[in-house]
């Protein structure tokens, strides 16, 4: 069976430099797993990797999607799925990069992922409720998937609704065979070195933050989609538009991004196949074991 190495982790963690580090070592290609970073022009806000930091490693999966329409985790796996046995057909090690749990799992354990088209006005109606109220919703419609999603994203919980509402079915978890060979590791980091790390980013990000907000404005995003794209988006997008001052975009920013820190690792922690690592020693050692 062919090898994946997939390299996740929380915000802010460390994960792209050691995956640069890693693929440069081991002949490897990325394919990124970032929920955000597959829009075109969502660079500084989304923590997109600069062509410097790849230092001569093939990216995949950046700036494939219009930011004006949603992309699906569907569209993402089916990407995913051709992409990494090209790069087995060239000889080099596929390393599958990003925080986005969902992604990943969708390509690790080739998740039945169903091809629903997205319905405006059932999403209109659905956006008016809050994310606790969407939950308690698809805790009636379909109890399993509840069980397994992330109860504080409106997104995913509004797509499983939307799935479940559409099709008459539960949203299908069924697995077919795995694909690949798997190793995942990721990087150990205190809750407080994770606090410090995302603090001393968004601070040195920020000006480019609004300056890229106030790009895709021009480019045709609508406030509400800015909002919608989440977290320094969101907060940047309201303080452009004057509901926040700038020390409460910050504090916004940094408050939530802990918050997504903790359901990102709430997610991880429930695969038991995670190899946490202190440094890119340790990572090396189980790379070359595994290959």
Do not use: C
């Not at 219009?66 to 051709?82: D, E, G, L, S």
């Not at 090690?93 to 990003?98: A, D, E, K, R, W």
């Not at 099709?167 to 150990?188: A, M």
């Not at 989440?230 to 975009?249: F, N, R, V």
Request: glycine share 6%.
């Amino acid at each position: 069976m062919d090898k994946l190495i997939v390299i996740l982790g929380p915000t802010a963690s460390g994960k792209s430099a050691l995956a640069v580090h890693l693929a440069k070592k081991f002949n490897g290609e990325i394919v990124s797993a970032d929920s955000r970073q597959v829009y075109k022009g969502l660079d500084i806000g989304s923590g997109k990797i600069t062509k410097k930091e790849m230092m001569g490693v093939p990216h995949h999966l950046l700036d494939i999607a219009n930011p004006k329409r949603k992309f699906t985790v569907a569209q993402f796996q089916k990407i995913a799925q051709k992409t990494i046995p090209k790069i087995h057909a060239r000889g080099r090690v596929p390393f599958l990069v990003g925080g986005t749990g969902f992604y990943i799992e969708a390509v690790v354990e080739n998740l039945s992922l169903p091809e629903v088209k997205p319905s405006r006005a059932l999403r209109a109606r659905l956006s008016k409720k809050s994310a606790a109220q969407l939950f308690a919703m698809l805790k009636k419609l379909d109890p399993a998937r509840a069980k397994t999603i992330d109860a504080k994203n409106p997104h995913r919980l509004i797509r499983a609704i939307e799935i479940v509402k559409l099709t008459s079915k539960p949203v299908p978890s069924k697995k077919s065979h795995q694909s690949f060979d798997v190793l995942e590791i990721s990087i150990r980091k205190s809750p407080e070195e994770l606090k410090k790390a995302i603090h001393k980013r968004l601070l040195k990000r920020l000006p480019g933050m609004i300056v890229e907000v106030k790009k895709l404005r021009r480019g045709g995003l609508s406030w509400k989609r800015l909002e919608e794209l989440g977290l320094e988006y969101k907060y940047t997008a309201q303080y452009l538009q004057g509901k926040l001052i700038q020390e409460e975009m910050i504090a916004k920013i940094q408050k939530e991004s802990e918050k997504f820190v903790k359901r990102q690792m709430t997610w991880f922690k429930r695969d038991k196949r995670i190899h946490w690592i202190k440094n890119k020693v340790e990572a090396e050692k189980l790379i070359k074991k595994f290959l």
